[in-house]
């Protein structure tokens, strides 16, 4: 396979080169078209999908740049009523059509000639949301979409200040690197305290959420939203069993791990006992990591990166900063978190995050960097469908590279001894990172499942689940004010439900290329690049075989992961 990064965008043929999605009138003519077209042999069904496809580009580019625009300037009203437009006036119009459409197709009598082996995934997705699709979900999916952004609004606006300067709470973090424990725990406070003024918004929101969603299970005939969304979700190769046996396989497996993990650390830095605040800290005299220095260093460096590992990665972080797809660095005013956002039409995503100068800015670059390269590779299939990928799979894509690029980190660091600290630093953060899945996971279960619970049931069963997964090397005494609200920093659990296990799936999958790779580089890339290249057209197990993984989550699989990474860890020490 010949890769090249030089993406073009689609060209369109059933849609006007100049129109831009304005409003429902002038957009619904082509849906109507799309749902009363004759279609009288396989050839018609054929153009029909690619034109159906060509629509489903433009209108999904268009939600992606009202989402990315909002995010990078949440302070901007008119860039929140634009993405608000969208939600409430043209998402649920094209609901029905989209619910027609898919009718069309599995009524066509020239599906069966379709291949079966090309289509067997999209067909399943389309049959999927035929069951799921009720008239009555219709406004209260367009209201969940709005009220969903509320949770960035309130985070976007919560600052700190350390030494008389302003500091959003993504910038503050970094001083829980610095050597002086009073500093670490000065800013630990502040930053909890400032969670801590706007808890009551946080809960009355989420509380909202719970019970929307729980009315769109109730009326697409589900008990509960969470069985609803295990189906939207398109789980169709594991259950909440499985979901279950991870969570109690991380106890067995991981846990033991991180208590190593901590115990290390307290030694290092020389403590009797471990704080919260002491965590991501440095002794006396070893200065926080500085891997780059503002968003454009962090770019560049990260360009030299994939450089080595391959250059057809680069050559997509290079398109990207032509096209100026990044807004890298955290400011007052701008949504939390980081993301890749596919750009349907495009073909090259967009990067949105928080740097701050931190390692786990690092992390989060080559991660959505990871995201970037899946995008470029799925461009190419000629269904917009074809690109709608997994989550499980989309995550080893960027998890995969988090680890594959810790053997060329040498473009962000001079030293060994700092190339070596980061490396420590990320194998950690892969090892620490499972029991917060495992909670958030088992935490969205219980909400879902007792969907009419008070918010001091809840407290009290995050407090649960929150100890069942907490190492003992760590003192959390006094804390338990800021510790009961902890589930509010996951934005996850406002923007996306039940999204999260995937990462502790995909991460056993990128822990297993990441063997591959430290035998055989080459071998490892070859398979990344072939199941990426593969979007969702293949089944979970499929594409994992595709990478020369194995679909797993028993005990004993993950028992052999931590076993790896263990024994690497120890090579650093």
């Keep these: 396979m010949t890769l090249s990064a030089d993406i073009k965008k689609l060209e369109r043929h059933f849609i006007p080169a100049d129109f831009v999605v304005k409003d429902w009138d002038s957009l619904e003519p082509y849906f109507r078209n799309l749902s009363e077209r004759e279609l009288s042999s396989l050839p018609d069904l054929e153009q029909w999908l690619k034109d159906m496809s060509e629509l489903e580009a433009v209108v999904s580019e268009d939600a992606c740049w009202r989402q990315i625009r909002m995010t990078c300037d949440t302070t901007d009203k008119s860039l929140e009523e634009a993405f608000t437009y969208f939600c409430m006036e043209i998402q649920p119009r094209l609901q029905p059509y989209a619910d027609q459409l898919n009718r069309k197709l599995i009524d066509c009598p020239f599906t069966k000639e379709l291949d079966k082996e090309k289509y067997f995934t999209y067909l399943r997705s389309v049959k999927k949301n035929i069951d799921l699709f009720r008239e009555a979900n219709i406004p209260l999916q367009a209201e969940l979409s709005v009220m969903q952004q509320q949770y960035g609004a309130i985070a976007g606006k919560m600052t700190v200040e350390v030494n008389g300067q302003e500091y959003t709470l993504q910038q503050a973090s970094k001083f829980l690197e610095s050597h002086d424990r009073e500093l670490r725990e000065q800013v630990y406070r502040k930053i909890q305290e400032r969670r801590l003024q706007d808890q009551q918004a946080m809960h009355d929101l989420y509380s909202q959420l719970v019970q929307k969603r729980q009315q769109v299970a109730e009326n697409a005939g589900f008990a509960n939203y969470r069985d609803y969304k295990f189906v939207e979700l398109g789980r169709f190769d594991y259950s909440k069993e499985d979901c279950f046996q991870f969570h109690e396989a991380v106890k067995l497996h991981v846990l033991p791990l991180i208590e190593k993990i901590y115990q290390r650390k307290k030694q290092k830095l020389g403590l009797d006992t471990l704080r919260p605040w002491d965590t991501e800290a440095e002794p006396e005299g070893i200065e926080p990591l500085k891997p780059f220095t503002d968003g454009n260093d962090l770019y560049e460096r990260s360009v030299k990166c994939f450089e080595q590992m391959n250059p057809f990665f680069a050559g997509c972080l290079r398109k990207m900063n032509e096209l100026k797809h990044f807004d890298l660095e955290s400011r007052k ?193 070859n398979n990344y690049i072939n199941a990426l290249s593969l979007g969702g057209t293949k089944t979970l197990p499929e594409l994992y075989r595709a990478a020369g993984l194995k679909f797993d989550l028993s005990p004993d699989h993950i028992k052999t992961l931590m076993e790896f990474t263990a024994t690497e860890m120890e090579k650093l020490y």
């Design 333 to 525: 005013g701008k949504a939390p978190g980081g993301y890749n956002c596919p750009l349907a039409e495009s073909g090259a995503p967009f990067i949105f995050m928080n740097a701050a100068g931190q390692m786990s800015d690092v992390t989060t670059m080559v991660h959505e960097g990871g995201h970037a390269i899946h995008s470029f590779l799925a461009h190419e299939l000629e269904l917009s469908a074809f690109k709608e990928y997994p989550m499980e799979i989309a995550e080893v894509a960027s998890m995969s590279m988090e680890l594959f690029s810790m053997n060329h980190w040498d473009s962000f660091f001079d030293k060994e001894e700092d190339l070596k600290r980061a490396k420590e630093h990320q194998l950690e953060r892969t090892i620490t990172i499972f029991p917060w899945i495992a909670i958030i996971d088992k935490f969205q279960h219980w909400v879902y499942e007792n969907p009419q619970h008070t918010k001091e049931e809840r407290t009290d069963q995050w407090m649960n689940i929150l100890n069942e997964f907490s190492t003992n090397s760590i003192d959390y005494t006094g804390l338990d004010a800021y510790r009961q609200i902890g589930w509010q920093r996951q934005l996850h659990l406002f923007e996306v439900p039940f999204y999260y296990i995937e990462y502790g799936i995909a991460q056993l999958g990128a822990i297993g290329l990441w063997m591959q790779y430290q035998q055989n580089p080459q071998q490892a890339l």
